[in-house]
Protein backbone atom coordinates (compact mmCIF):
# COMPACT_ATOMS: atom_id res chain seq x y z
CA UNK A 1 0.00 0.00 0.00
CA UNK A 2 3.13 2.42 0.77
CA UNK A 3 4.24 1.35 -2.00
CA UNK A 4 1.52 2.03 -4.20
CA UNK A 5 1.31 5.79 -2.89
CA UNK A 6 4.88 6.76 -3.07
CA UNK A 7 4.01 5.23 -6.93
CA UNK A 8 1.34 7.68 -7.35
CA UNK A 9 2.98 10.28 -5.87
CA UNK A 10 6.43 10.38 -8.13
CA UNK A 11 3.93 10.22 -11.04
CA UNK A 12 2.17 13.25 -10.06
CA UNK A 13 5.41 15.00 -8.62
CA UNK A 14 7.07 14.00 -12.50
CA UNK A 15 3.72 15.03 -14.05
CA UNK A 16 3.76 18.84 -12.20
CA UNK A 17 7.48 18.98 -13.63
CA UNK A 18 6.74 17.37 -16.86
CA UNK A 19 4.13 20.05 -17.51
CA UNK A 20 5.35 23.43 -15.97
CA UNK A 21 8.97 22.58 -15.48
CA UNK A 22 10.52 20.60 -18.51
CA UNK A 23 9.50 22.84 -21.35
CA UNK A 24 10.57 26.13 -19.59
CA UNK A 25 13.98 24.61 -18.37
CA UNK A 26 14.69 23.44 -21.94
CA UNK A 27 13.09 26.00 -24.19
CA UNK A 28 13.67 29.05 -21.74
CA UNK A 29 15.42 32.22 -23.98
CA UNK A 30 19.61 32.03 -22.73
CA UNK A 31 20.41 35.63 -23.26
CA UNK A 32 24.05 34.85 -22.91
CA UNK A 33 24.32 33.12 -26.01
CA UNK A 34 23.12 36.14 -27.89
CA UNK A 35 25.13 38.83 -29.73
CA UNK A 36 26.40 42.02 -27.94
CA UNK A 37 23.84 44.93 -28.28
CA UNK A 38 21.22 42.27 -28.46
CA UNK A 39 20.38 42.52 -24.53
CA UNK A 40 19.69 46.39 -24.16
CA UNK A 41 17.43 46.01 -27.13
CA UNK A 42 15.75 42.64 -25.74
CA UNK A 43 15.01 44.38 -22.61
CA UNK A 44 13.15 47.23 -23.90
CA UNK A 45 10.80 45.18 -25.92
CA UNK A 46 10.59 43.19 -22.70
CA UNK A 47 9.03 46.12 -21.38
CA UNK A 48 7.00 46.86 -24.03
CA UNK A 49 5.77 43.45 -23.21
CA UNK A 50 5.08 43.90 -19.81
CA UNK A 51 3.25 47.34 -20.55
CA UNK A 52 1.43 45.54 -22.92
CA UNK A 53 0.06 43.14 -20.32
CA UNK A 54 -0.62 46.23 -17.88
CA UNK A 55 -2.95 47.81 -20.85
CA UNK A 56 -4.84 44.24 -20.89
CA UNK A 57 -4.97 43.67 -17.48
CA UNK A 58 -5.61 46.62 -16.41
CA UNK A 59 -8.22 47.27 -19.52
CA UNK A 60 -11.49 47.78 -16.90
CA UNK A 61 -9.74 50.68 -14.47
CA UNK A 62 -7.75 52.41 -17.73
CA UNK A 63 -11.00 52.89 -19.36
CA UNK A 64 -12.93 54.68 -16.80
CA UNK A 65 -9.81 57.08 -15.96
CA UNK A 66 -8.90 57.76 -18.90
CA UNK A 67 -10.41 60.44 -20.91
CA UNK A 68 -12.27 58.74 -24.02
CA UNK A 69 -11.23 60.22 -27.90
CA UNK A 70 -14.95 60.46 -29.35
CA UNK A 71 -15.56 59.76 -32.88
CA UNK A 72 -19.10 60.13 -34.92
CA UNK A 73 -20.68 60.33 -31.33
CA UNK A 74 -18.60 56.82 -29.94
CA UNK A 75 -16.02 56.42 -27.51
CA UNK A 76 -13.18 54.76 -29.34
CA UNK A 77 -10.32 54.56 -27.15
CA UNK A 78 -9.12 56.86 -23.82
CA UNK A 79 -6.34 59.21 -25.04
CA UNK A 80 -3.64 57.90 -22.66
CA UNK A 81 -3.83 54.64 -23.45
CA UNK A 82 -3.77 55.91 -27.38
CA UNK A 83 -0.18 57.73 -26.66
CA UNK A 84 0.94 54.14 -25.11
CA UNK A 85 -0.08 51.95 -28.20
CA UNK A 86 1.46 54.69 -30.30
CA UNK A 87 4.46 54.03 -28.68
CA UNK A 88 4.37 50.71 -28.75
CA UNK A 89 3.54 50.22 -32.35
CA UNK A 90 6.73 52.07 -33.04
CA UNK A 91 8.91 49.81 -30.92
CA UNK A 92 7.21 46.98 -32.74
CA UNK A 93 8.51 48.17 -36.38
CA UNK A 94 11.65 49.42 -35.08
CA UNK A 95 12.38 46.11 -33.69
CA UNK A 96 10.61 44.22 -36.82
CA UNK A 97 13.10 46.46 -39.22
CA UNK A 98 16.31 45.76 -37.03
CA UNK A 99 15.65 41.79 -37.40
CA UNK A 100 15.72 42.17 -41.50
CA UNK A 101 18.35 44.54 -41.35
CA UNK A 102 20.78 41.33 -42.11
CA UNK A 103 19.02 39.08 -43.63
CA UNK A 104 18.55 37.25 -47.15
CA UNK A 105 18.09 39.96 -49.56
CA UNK A 106 14.38 38.81 -50.57
CA UNK A 107 13.32 37.91 -46.90
CA UNK A 108 14.99 41.64 -46.54
CA UNK A 109 12.77 43.10 -49.35
CA UNK A 110 9.55 41.64 -47.62
CA UNK A 111 10.03 42.71 -44.63
CA UNK A 112 10.29 46.59 -45.84
CA UNK A 113 7.48 46.01 -47.18
CA UNK A 114 5.35 44.33 -44.61
CA UNK A 115 6.68 46.91 -41.67
CA UNK A 116 7.03 49.99 -43.76
CA UNK A 117 3.07 49.46 -44.92
CA UNK A 118 1.90 50.35 -41.74
CA UNK A 119 2.81 54.00 -42.38
CA UNK A 120 0.58 54.35 -45.29
CA UNK A 121 -2.14 55.83 -43.04
CA UNK A 122 -0.05 58.51 -42.46
CA UNK A 123 -0.31 59.69 -46.21
CA UNK A 124 -3.76 61.17 -45.75
CA UNK A 125 -2.91 64.02 -42.65
CA UNK A 126 -1.66 66.51 -44.55
CA UNK A 127 1.84 68.40 -44.58
CA UNK A 128 2.63 65.57 -41.85
CA UNK A 129 2.78 63.06 -45.26
CA UNK A 130 6.30 64.62 -45.78
CA UNK A 131 7.64 62.74 -42.47
CA UNK A 132 6.34 59.58 -43.91
CA UNK A 133 8.18 59.94 -47.15
CA UNK A 134 11.01 61.08 -45.64
CA UNK A 135 10.60 58.44 -42.71
CA UNK A 136 10.18 55.84 -45.35
CA UNK A 137 13.10 57.06 -47.64
CA UNK A 138 15.44 57.39 -44.77
CA UNK A 139 14.59 53.44 -43.39
CA UNK A 140 15.66 52.58 -46.93
CA UNK A 141 19.08 54.26 -47.27
CA UNK A 142 19.61 53.04 -44.11
CA UNK A 143 19.24 49.40 -45.07
CA UNK A 144 21.32 50.10 -48.24
CA UNK A 145 24.18 51.62 -46.37
CA UNK A 146 23.94 48.66 -43.86
CA UNK A 147 23.37 45.71 -46.64
CA UNK A 148 26.89 44.44 -46.13
CA UNK A 149 27.55 45.04 -42.06
CA UNK A 150 27.04 43.02 -38.92
CA UNK A 151 24.09 43.14 -35.73
CA UNK A 152 25.34 46.51 -34.18
CA UNK A 153 23.57 47.35 -30.89
CA UNK A 154 23.21 51.57 -32.55
CA UNK A 155 21.46 49.90 -35.62
CA UNK A 156 17.86 49.71 -33.74
CA UNK A 157 18.07 53.75 -32.02
CA UNK A 158 18.79 54.88 -35.94
CA UNK A 159 15.34 52.81 -36.81
CA UNK A 160 13.53 53.33 -34.16
CA UNK A 161 14.17 57.59 -34.52
CA UNK A 162 13.23 57.10 -38.16
CA UNK A 163 9.95 55.22 -37.62
CA UNK A 164 8.90 57.43 -34.62
CA UNK A 165 9.54 60.48 -37.29
CA UNK A 166 6.82 58.90 -39.77
CA UNK A 167 3.95 57.84 -37.04
CA UNK A 168 4.51 60.69 -34.62
CA UNK A 169 5.30 63.97 -37.01
CA UNK A 170 1.98 64.05 -38.82
CA UNK A 171 -0.01 63.79 -35.21
CA UNK A 172 2.03 66.51 -34.19
CA UNK A 173 1.86 68.22 -37.57
CA UNK A 174 -1.68 67.59 -38.07
CA UNK A 175 -4.44 70.98 -37.49
CA UNK A 176 -7.48 70.93 -35.83
CA UNK A 177 -10.10 68.53 -37.51
CA UNK A 178 -12.86 68.82 -34.47
CA UNK A 179 -11.37 65.51 -32.83
CA UNK A 180 -8.57 63.67 -31.99
CA UNK A 181 -7.03 62.75 -35.73
CA UNK A 182 -4.78 60.04 -33.84
CA UNK A 183 -7.65 57.94 -33.44
CA UNK A 184 -8.71 57.76 -37.30
CA UNK A 185 -5.18 56.91 -38.97
CA UNK A 186 -3.78 55.15 -35.59
CA UNK A 187 -7.29 52.47 -35.96
CA UNK A 188 -6.04 52.20 -39.42
CA UNK A 189 -2.19 51.88 -38.47
CA UNK A 190 -3.31 48.99 -35.97
CA UNK A 191 -5.12 47.17 -38.70
CA UNK A 192 -2.02 46.08 -40.77
CA UNK A 193 -0.42 45.75 -37.59
CA UNK A 194 -3.25 43.16 -36.91
CA UNK A 195 -2.31 41.11 -39.86
CA UNK A 196 1.34 40.88 -38.75
CA UNK A 197 0.96 39.72 -35.35
CA UNK A 198 -0.98 36.28 -37.22
CA UNK A 199 2.21 34.11 -36.99
CA UNK A 200 2.51 34.49 -33.43
CA UNK A 201 -1.50 34.44 -32.39
CA UNK A 202 -1.66 31.45 -34.13
CA UNK A 203 1.41 29.54 -32.25
CA UNK A 204 -0.54 30.93 -29.05
CA UNK A 205 -3.65 28.61 -29.96
CA UNK A 206 -1.17 25.46 -30.75
CA UNK A 207 0.55 25.95 -27.79
CA UNK A 208 -2.62 24.31 -26.13
CA UNK A 209 -2.18 21.09 -28.37
CA UNK A 210 1.83 21.18 -27.78
CA UNK A 211 1.39 20.47 -24.60
CA UNK A 212 -1.41 18.24 -24.53
CA UNK A 213 0.18 16.11 -26.82
CA UNK A 214 3.59 16.26 -24.90
CA UNK A 215 2.34 15.18 -22.05
CA UNK A 216 -0.07 12.54 -22.92
CA UNK A 217 2.93 10.73 -24.93
CA UNK A 218 5.12 10.89 -21.67
CA UNK A 219 2.70 9.75 -19.16
CA UNK A 220 1.46 6.91 -21.40
CA UNK A 221 5.35 5.56 -21.65
CA UNK A 222 5.86 6.67 -17.86
CA UNK A 223 2.52 4.71 -16.63
CA UNK A 224 3.52 1.78 -18.61
CA UNK A 225 6.63 1.76 -16.96
CA UNK A 226 5.22 1.71 -13.37
CA UNK A 227 1.52 -0.38 -13.65
CA UNK A 228 1.67 -3.82 -14.11
CA UNK A 229 0.46 -4.92 -17.55
CA UNK A 230 -3.12 -5.50 -16.68
CA UNK A 231 -3.82 -2.30 -15.41
CA UNK A 232 -2.51 -1.08 -17.92
CA UNK A 233 -4.84 -3.25 -20.43
CA UNK A 234 -7.77 -1.75 -17.80
CA UNK A 235 -6.67 1.64 -18.05
CA UNK A 236 -6.56 1.54 -22.05
CA UNK A 237 -10.06 -0.71 -21.93
CA UNK A 238 -11.56 2.53 -19.87
CA UNK A 239 -10.05 5.48 -21.63
CA UNK A 240 -11.09 3.67 -25.02
CA UNK A 241 -14.57 2.46 -24.18
CA UNK A 242 -15.22 6.00 -22.27
CA UNK A 243 -14.29 7.94 -25.59
CA UNK A 244 -16.01 5.51 -28.14
CA UNK A 245 -19.10 5.76 -25.53
CA UNK A 246 -18.73 9.55 -25.40
CA UNK A 247 -18.68 9.64 -29.32
CA UNK A 248 -21.67 7.66 -29.25
CA UNK A 249 -23.90 9.83 -26.69
CA UNK A 250 -22.48 13.14 -28.57
CA UNK A 251 -23.45 11.80 -31.93
CA UNK A 252 -26.62 10.58 -30.81
CA UNK A 253 -27.51 14.16 -29.45
CA UNK A 254 -26.21 15.57 -32.26
CA UNK A 255 -24.08 17.80 -30.74
CA UNK A 256 -21.83 20.67 -32.42
CA UNK A 257 -18.87 18.74 -34.21
CA UNK A 258 -20.65 14.94 -33.88
CA UNK A 259 -23.11 15.20 -36.67
CA UNK A 260 -22.64 12.59 -39.57
CA UNK A 261 -21.49 14.93 -41.58
CA UNK A 262 -18.21 15.70 -38.75
CA UNK A 263 -18.00 11.95 -39.03
CA UNK A 264 -17.59 11.59 -43.25
CA UNK A 265 -15.06 14.79 -42.91
CA UNK A 266 -13.02 12.84 -40.16
CA UNK A 267 -12.91 9.72 -42.16
CA UNK A 268 -11.58 11.90 -45.24
CA UNK A 269 -9.00 13.54 -43.14
CA UNK A 270 -7.20 10.47 -41.53
CA UNK A 271 -7.44 8.70 -44.59
CA UNK A 272 -5.44 11.34 -46.58
CA UNK A 273 -3.02 11.87 -44.04
CA UNK A 274 -2.18 8.57 -43.51
CA UNK A 275 -1.66 8.40 -47.50
CA UNK A 276 0.68 11.55 -47.83
CA UNK A 277 2.31 10.26 -44.90
CA UNK A 278 2.81 7.15 -46.56
CA UNK A 279 3.71 8.51 -49.67
CA UNK A 280 6.48 11.02 -47.53
CA UNK A 281 7.71 8.11 -45.84
CA UNK A 282 8.34 6.54 -49.77
CA UNK A 283 10.59 8.79 -50.16
CA UNK A 284 13.09 7.70 -47.40
CA UNK A 285 16.28 6.12 -48.14
CA UNK A 286 16.49 3.91 -46.10
CA UNK A 287 13.47 3.05 -44.26
CA UNK A 288 14.90 0.44 -41.91
CA UNK A 289 17.28 2.37 -40.57
CA UNK A 290 15.81 5.57 -39.81
CA UNK A 291 17.33 7.31 -36.63
CA UNK A 292 14.16 8.20 -34.31
CA UNK A 293 10.48 6.67 -33.91
CA UNK A 294 7.76 9.66 -34.28
CA UNK A 295 5.99 8.30 -31.28
CA UNK A 296 8.60 8.85 -28.93
CA UNK A 297 7.60 11.55 -26.08
CA UNK A 298 8.37 14.91 -27.42
CA UNK A 299 9.94 13.78 -30.67
CA UNK A 300 6.70 15.08 -33.01
CA UNK A 301 6.92 18.34 -30.95
CA UNK A 302 10.39 19.30 -30.99
CA UNK A 303 10.89 18.87 -35.05
CA UNK A 304 7.24 20.72 -35.38
CA UNK A 305 7.32 23.85 -33.37
CA UNK A 306 9.75 25.82 -36.21
CA UNK A 307 8.25 24.15 -38.94
CA UNK A 308 4.63 25.47 -37.54
CA UNK A 309 6.10 28.79 -37.03
CA UNK A 310 7.07 29.08 -40.98
CA UNK A 311 4.06 27.70 -41.62
CA UNK A 312 2.04 30.09 -39.86
CA UNK A 313 3.97 33.09 -41.51
CA UNK A 314 2.71 31.88 -44.48
CA UNK A 315 -0.52 32.95 -43.44
CA UNK A 316 0.64 36.78 -43.96
CA UNK A 317 0.36 36.56 -47.88
CA UNK A 318 -3.72 36.50 -47.65
CA UNK A 319 -3.61 39.21 -44.52
CA UNK A 320 -1.11 41.10 -46.25
CA UNK A 321 -3.17 40.98 -49.79
CA UNK A 322 -6.23 42.36 -48.18
CA UNK A 323 -4.30 45.08 -46.71
CA UNK A 324 -3.31 45.72 -49.72
CA UNK A 325 -6.34 45.85 -51.37
CA UNK A 326 -7.93 48.11 -49.15
CA UNK A 327 -4.96 50.66 -49.45
CA UNK A 328 -5.65 50.67 -53.00
CA UNK A 329 -9.63 50.93 -52.63
CA UNK A 330 -9.14 54.10 -50.10
CA UNK A 331 -6.56 55.60 -53.62
CA UNK A 332 -9.08 54.20 -55.88
CA UNK A 333 -12.01 56.10 -53.79
CA UNK A 334 -9.67 59.62 -53.78
CA UNK A 335 -8.44 59.41 -57.38
CA UNK A 336 -11.42 57.53 -59.02
CA UNK A 337 -14.66 58.11 -56.77
CA UNK A 338 -15.49 54.89 -56.03
CA UNK A 339 -13.29 51.09 -56.85
CA UNK A 340 -14.03 48.67 -58.81
CA UNK A 341 -16.54 45.55 -57.22
CA UNK A 342 -13.47 43.18 -57.78
CA UNK A 343 -11.59 44.92 -55.24
CA UNK A 344 -14.36 45.81 -52.79
CA UNK A 345 -15.14 41.74 -52.90
CA UNK A 346 -11.41 41.24 -52.40
CA UNK A 347 -11.01 40.72 -48.63
CA UNK A 348 -13.81 38.09 -49.28
CA UNK A 349 -12.75 36.04 -51.70
CA UNK A 350 -13.20 32.82 -51.42
CA UNK A 351 -10.65 32.26 -54.25
CA UNK A 352 -7.83 33.59 -52.82
CA UNK A 353 -8.11 31.55 -49.87
CA UNK A 354 -8.43 28.55 -51.30
CA UNK A 355 -5.19 29.25 -53.07
CA UNK A 356 -3.68 30.30 -50.60
CA UNK A 357 -3.94 27.56 -48.19
CA UNK A 358 -3.51 25.35 -51.50
CA UNK A 359 -0.41 27.10 -51.54
CA UNK A 360 0.28 25.67 -48.02
CA UNK A 361 -0.46 22.47 -47.94
CA UNK A 362 1.78 22.35 -51.24
CA UNK A 363 4.92 24.02 -49.11
CA UNK A 364 4.14 21.27 -46.79
CA UNK A 365 4.44 18.77 -48.98
CA UNK A 366 7.35 19.52 -50.63
CA UNK A 367 9.11 20.26 -47.48
CA UNK A 368 8.15 17.16 -46.31
CA UNK A 369 9.57 15.42 -49.53
CA UNK A 370 12.76 17.27 -48.60
CA UNK A 371 12.99 16.37 -45.72
CA UNK A 372 12.36 11.89 -46.06
CA UNK A 373 14.82 12.44 -48.91
CA UNK A 374 17.48 13.43 -45.88
CA UNK A 375 16.92 10.70 -43.39
CA UNK A 376 14.28 12.33 -41.26
CA UNK A 377 11.29 10.20 -40.50
CA UNK A 378 9.61 12.25 -38.25
CA UNK A 379 9.14 15.78 -39.82
CA UNK A 380 7.17 14.47 -42.38
CA UNK A 381 4.52 12.63 -40.76
CA UNK A 382 3.49 16.28 -39.06
CA UNK A 383 3.66 18.23 -42.06
CA UNK A 384 2.23 15.11 -44.03
CA UNK A 385 -1.07 15.89 -41.61
CA UNK A 386 -1.05 19.41 -41.82
CA UNK A 387 -0.57 19.39 -45.72
CA UNK A 388 -3.74 17.05 -45.46
CA UNK A 389 -5.86 19.33 -43.56
CA UNK A 390 -5.13 21.92 -45.33
CA UNK A 391 -6.02 20.86 -48.49
CA UNK A 392 -9.32 19.99 -47.00
CA UNK A 393 -10.11 22.97 -45.32
CA UNK A 394 -8.65 24.81 -49.28
CA UNK A 395 -11.77 22.55 -50.67
CA UNK A 396 -14.58 23.75 -48.09
CA UNK A 397 -13.96 27.05 -48.93
CA UNK A 398 -14.97 26.16 -52.59
CA UNK A 399 -17.79 24.00 -51.98
CA UNK A 400 -20.59 23.15 -49.31
CA UNK A 401 -19.80 19.44 -50.00
CA UNK A 402 -20.32 17.43 -46.75
CA UNK A 403 -18.13 15.47 -46.95
CA UNK A 404 -15.03 18.30 -45.96
CA UNK A 405 -16.23 18.95 -42.84
CA UNK A 406 -13.99 17.67 -40.47
CA UNK A 407 -13.37 17.31 -36.76
CA UNK A 408 -10.53 16.44 -34.76
CA UNK A 409 -12.56 14.83 -31.68
CA UNK A 410 -14.23 12.51 -34.14
CA UNK A 411 -11.13 12.32 -36.28
CA UNK A 412 -9.21 11.24 -32.63
CA UNK A 413 -12.25 8.51 -31.81
CA UNK A 414 -11.19 6.77 -35.40
CA UNK A 415 -7.95 6.44 -34.74
CA UNK A 416 -8.95 4.30 -31.34
CA UNK A 417 -10.70 2.43 -33.61
CA UNK A 418 -8.32 1.40 -35.73
CA UNK A 419 -5.96 1.58 -33.26
CA UNK A 420 -8.04 -1.24 -31.25
CA UNK A 421 -8.59 -3.37 -34.57
CA UNK A 422 -4.22 -3.35 -35.33
CA UNK A 423 -4.46 -4.81 -30.94
CA UNK A 424 -6.89 -7.45 -31.82
CA UNK A 425 -5.10 -8.40 -35.26
CA UNK A 426 -1.86 -8.76 -33.95
CA UNK A 427 -0.05 -11.49 -31.39
CA UNK A 428 1.75 -11.68 -28.60
CA UNK A 429 1.83 -9.21 -25.86
CA UNK A 430 3.64 -6.00 -27.20
CA UNK A 431 2.44 -2.91 -27.87
CA UNK A 432 0.94 -2.41 -24.28
CA UNK A 433 2.35 1.43 -23.74
CA UNK A 434 2.03 1.89 -27.40
CA UNK A 435 -2.20 1.50 -27.05
CA UNK A 436 -2.02 3.19 -23.73
CA UNK A 437 -0.24 6.20 -24.95
CA UNK A 438 -2.93 6.73 -27.90
CA UNK A 439 -6.01 6.14 -25.61
CA UNK A 440 -4.25 8.90 -23.28
CA UNK A 441 -3.68 10.96 -26.49
CA UNK A 442 -7.52 11.31 -27.73
CA UNK A 443 -8.65 11.55 -24.08
CA UNK A 444 -6.10 14.15 -22.80
CA UNK A 445 -6.44 16.11 -26.32
CA UNK A 446 -10.14 17.06 -25.17
CA UNK A 447 -8.70 18.61 -21.98
CA UNK A 448 -5.69 20.44 -24.06
CA UNK A 449 -6.49 24.35 -22.57
CA UNK A 450 -6.40 22.96 -19.03
CA UNK A 451 -3.25 21.61 -19.23
CA UNK A 452 -1.54 24.27 -21.43
CA UNK A 453 -3.19 27.08 -18.73
CA UNK A 454 -1.54 27.05 -15.41
CA UNK A 455 -4.28 29.48 -14.10
CA UNK A 456 -7.54 27.42 -16.05
CA UNK A 457 -5.90 24.39 -13.36
CA UNK A 458 -6.19 26.12 -10.60
CA UNK A 459 -8.83 28.79 -10.97
CA UNK A 460 -11.33 29.83 -13.41
CA UNK A 461 -9.64 33.58 -15.65
CA UNK A 462 -10.54 36.16 -17.93
CA UNK A 463 -9.99 35.36 -21.68
CA UNK A 464 -7.47 37.60 -22.27
CA UNK A 465 -5.61 36.47 -19.52
CA UNK A 466 -5.88 33.04 -21.27
CA UNK A 467 -4.08 34.63 -23.97
CA UNK A 468 -1.69 36.42 -22.29
CA UNK A 469 -0.75 33.21 -20.10
CA UNK A 470 -0.50 31.52 -23.49
CA UNK A 471 2.06 33.67 -25.15
CA UNK A 472 4.14 34.06 -21.98
CA UNK A 473 4.14 30.35 -22.42
CA UNK A 474 5.64 30.72 -25.77
CA UNK A 475 8.25 33.32 -25.08
CA UNK A 476 9.04 31.05 -22.08
CA UNK A 477 9.16 27.68 -23.95
CA UNK A 478 10.31 28.63 -27.56
CA UNK A 479 13.89 30.11 -27.29
CA UNK A 480 15.05 26.97 -29.71
CA UNK A 481 14.08 29.05 -32.39
CA UNK A 482 16.38 32.05 -31.51
CA UNK A 483 19.07 29.73 -31.77
CA UNK A 484 21.46 28.50 -34.76
CA UNK A 485 23.33 31.70 -37.21
CA UNK A 486 23.84 31.15 -40.85
CA UNK A 487 24.05 33.86 -43.37
CA UNK A 488 20.80 34.34 -44.20
CA UNK A 489 19.04 34.21 -41.10
CA UNK A 490 21.81 35.26 -38.66
CA UNK A 491 21.00 34.77 -35.01
CA UNK A 492 20.27 38.75 -33.96
CA UNK A 493 17.89 38.53 -36.91
CA UNK A 494 16.31 35.11 -35.26
CA UNK A 495 15.83 37.07 -31.35
CA UNK A 496 14.47 40.59 -32.80
CA UNK A 497 12.52 38.57 -34.97
CA UNK A 498 11.20 36.53 -32.05
CA UNK A 499 10.22 40.04 -30.07
CA UNK A 500 8.45 41.06 -32.94
CA UNK A 501 6.15 38.40 -33.14
CA UNK A 502 5.43 38.64 -29.03
CA UNK A 503 5.45 42.40 -29.45
CA UNK A 504 2.89 42.03 -32.37
CA UNK A 505 0.66 39.59 -30.54
CA UNK A 506 0.50 42.19 -26.86
CA UNK A 507 0.07 44.85 -29.05
CA UNK A 508 -3.19 43.54 -30.40
CA UNK A 509 -4.43 41.95 -27.20
CA UNK A 510 -3.93 45.65 -25.83
CA UNK A 511 -6.14 47.38 -28.46
CA UNK A 512 -8.86 44.66 -28.01
CA UNK A 513 -8.98 45.20 -24.60
CA UNK A 514 -8.67 49.36 -24.42
CA UNK A 515 -10.95 49.46 -27.79
CA UNK A 516 -14.43 50.96 -26.07
CA UNK A 517 -16.38 49.53 -29.45
CA UNK A 518 -16.78 46.30 -31.69
CA UNK A 519 -14.78 45.97 -34.33
CA UNK A 520 -13.68 42.57 -36.09
CA UNK A 521 -10.48 44.23 -37.25
CA UNK A 522 -8.70 44.21 -34.66
CA UNK A 523 -9.89 41.26 -32.89
CA UNK A 524 -7.59 38.22 -33.17
CA UNK A 525 -9.38 35.51 -31.35
CA UNK A 526 -10.16 33.96 -34.07
CA UNK A 527 -6.42 33.69 -35.22
CA UNK A 528 -6.04 31.27 -32.17
CA UNK A 529 -8.49 29.22 -32.51
CA UNK A 530 -7.13 28.90 -36.33
CA UNK A 531 -3.90 27.94 -34.68
CA UNK A 532 -5.12 25.26 -32.76
CA UNK A 533 -6.95 23.94 -35.70
CA UNK A 534 -4.37 23.53 -38.13
CA UNK A 535 -1.23 23.54 -35.93
CA UNK A 536 -2.34 21.81 -32.95
CA UNK A 537 -4.71 19.94 -35.21
CA UNK A 538 -1.80 18.67 -37.38
CA UNK A 539 0.06 17.76 -34.32
CA UNK A 540 -2.55 16.12 -33.08
CA UNK A 541 -2.97 13.68 -36.19
CA UNK A 542 0.51 12.90 -36.56
CA UNK A 543 1.10 12.11 -33.47
CA UNK A 544 -1.98 9.49 -33.78
CA UNK A 545 -1.02 8.00 -36.63
CA UNK A 546 2.50 8.09 -35.53
CA UNK A 547 1.25 5.80 -32.12
CA UNK A 548 -0.99 4.04 -34.90
CA UNK A 549 2.48 2.84 -36.88
CA UNK A 550 4.57 1.95 -33.95
CA UNK A 551 1.25 -0.05 -32.40
CA UNK A 552 1.61 -1.93 -35.97
CA UNK A 553 5.57 -2.34 -35.48
CA UNK A 554 5.75 -3.25 -31.70
CA UNK A 555 2.71 -5.81 -32.55
CA UNK A 556 4.77 -7.65 -34.75
CA UNK A 557 7.62 -7.55 -32.58
CA UNK A 558 10.16 -4.87 -34.83
CA UNK A 559 10.25 -2.06 -32.87
CA UNK A 560 12.02 1.21 -33.87
CA UNK A 561 15.68 2.94 -32.70
CA UNK A 562 15.42 5.90 -31.19
CA UNK A 563 18.25 9.07 -32.30
CA UNK A 564 18.32 12.26 -32.86
CA UNK A 565 16.57 13.86 -35.67
CA UNK A 566 18.86 15.26 -38.69
CA UNK A 567 19.87 18.83 -38.84
CA UNK A 568 18.02 20.95 -41.51
Known amino acids: MVASMKTQARVVVDALDKIFVDPIRSGRPRPKDWQPGLAPVMALAAAGYLIGVVLVLGAPWLRSADRPVVIERAEVIGSASMTVL ?3 VTLTLAVGL ?4 HVHPLLKLISIIVFLLPLTPQLALGTGSLAVVASVGGTIIFFLIRRRGSFAGWEF ?4 ILVSTGVMMPLISTGNFGYDIRTSTVLLILAFMNSLAVPALMMTGYAAA ?3 ISFSQWMGLRLSQLMPRYLSLVAISVLGLGNLGYAIWSTHQRRLGWELENWMGSVLLVALAAGIIAVLWSGLPDRGTSPRDPADPDALVDSWTSQAFGLASVTLAFMLLTSLGAVAGGLADVFLG ?6 ANLSSSTTLVFLVRLGQAALALWWGWHRARRGDRVTPVVLGA ?7 SALSVLTAWAWFAWEIEPAGVLLLMIGALIWCTGRGDAGVHQALILA ?3 TLFRFREPLSEPGMIFGAVSASAVLLISLLWRVMTDGDLMAGDSKALPQSSRVLAFATMTLLAVLILAVTAQMRIETTAIDQSGMVG ?3 MTLGGALFMAAGIASLVALWTYRRGDALTAGPVPRS
Do not use: F
Request: hydrophobic letters at 65%.
Open 86 to 88: LWL
Open 338 to 343: SQPDWL
Open 530 to 532: LGD
Open 440 to 442: LLV
Open 210 to 212: QVG
Open 386 to 392: YAAIMAI
Open 98 to 101: TAAL
Open 157 to 160: PVIW
